[in-house]
């Protein structure tokens, strides 16, 4: 969905509930008891908030000026006429029809500045670390901490199967996501971000380490944040792993040919 149709249809529920509190009350004593309870209207109305204000979070706003937000709102709800009508936007600071060019602009900026302060961030924070004891740095730029070396069984092709312990964390120590205890995940090595498949590569099973892997071997610009992931653009990830388990891929033999050549 694009941003402006998300924003108008978020907008679309703060203006029906604001309408409502602004409609006369009609009917009879009977009907108007009917009526959510004033506790209910207290409690839909702060949830409603909640919703939003996780909305606006998720999608990276930064801070709002929310002084103009309300009086948007507002603005909307006394205006007059037609919407249709040429002369509608008039009664407005800025005509709503500008939604999507000054939203895309606003973005476009939010965007930029999160993805140079993560980089700025974690270029920071990976150049103080391999200075660290026991920290080792591959040619890739993966850095990483082996803690137990494993034995000889090692994974050594991006199709080979691994069975893995781990936990991912931001350079925060905010948990974005983790293996469930006492059953490790099973992946192959090409399907993983570079510097995981990296890092599991270095381990012999029973192995343990420690990844500190740059945005350039993580997820890059991506920005997973949408998909409900603490994970912004431009983000050094790192890993806890434990490897306990390799699977060797064999390839599927080619069937033989068994017309006899004349």
């Known amino acids: 969905m694009k941003l402006n149709s998300i924003i108008a249809s978020v907008a679309a529920v703060i203006l029906a509930v604001a309408c409502t509190n602004t409609q006369k009350v009609e009917g009879s004593k009977e009907v108007r008891d009917l009526l959510p309870s004033a506790s209910q209207v207290d409690s839909a109305s702060y949830l409603l908030g909640t919703n939003i204000g996780q909305w606006i979070k998720g999608n990276d706003f930064g801070q709002l000026n929310f002084n103009q937000f309300l009086k948007g709102i507002k603005d909307m709800i006394k205006a007059e006429g037609d919407q249709r009508d040429s002369t509608f936007s008039k009664q407005f600071r800025i005509a709503p029809e500008m939604i999507d060019e000054v939203m895309q602009d606003f973005m476009g900026k939010r965007s930029e500045y999160t993805k140079a302060l993560n980089k700025e961030k974690g270029d920071a924070f990976l150049e103080a670390n391999k200075a660290k004891d026991s920290i080792e740095v591959s040619e890739s730029g993966l850095q990483y ?3 137990e070396p494993g034995n000889d069984k090692k994974a050594v ?5 691994v069975w893995v312990n781990y936990k991912g964390t931001l350079i925060d120590g905010k948990v974005f996501d983790q ?13 993983v971000v570079k510097g ?3 890092g599991v590569k270095l381990l012999g099973e ?15 610009e991506q920005d997973n944040r949408r998909y409900g992931s603490p994970i912004g653009p431009n983000e050094t990830l790192v890993f806890e792993i ?9 390839p599927k033999e080619e ?8």
Request: without cysteine; positive net charge; glycine residues 14%.
């Open 206 to 220: 029973g192995g343990k380490a420690i990844l500190y892997i740059p945005a350039d071997l993580g997820y890059g």
């Open 145 to 147: 901490k082996i803690i």
């Open 196 to 198: 995981f498949g990296e």
């Open 157 to 161: 092709s991006d199709e080979d199967t």
């Open 255 to 262: 069937p033989k040919d068994t017309k006899k050549k004349k």
């Open 179 to 191: 293996s469930r205890e006492g059953s490790p995940a099973q992946f192959t090595p090409g399907r």
């Open 242 to 250: 434990e490897l306990t388990k390799v699977g060797t891929f064999v």
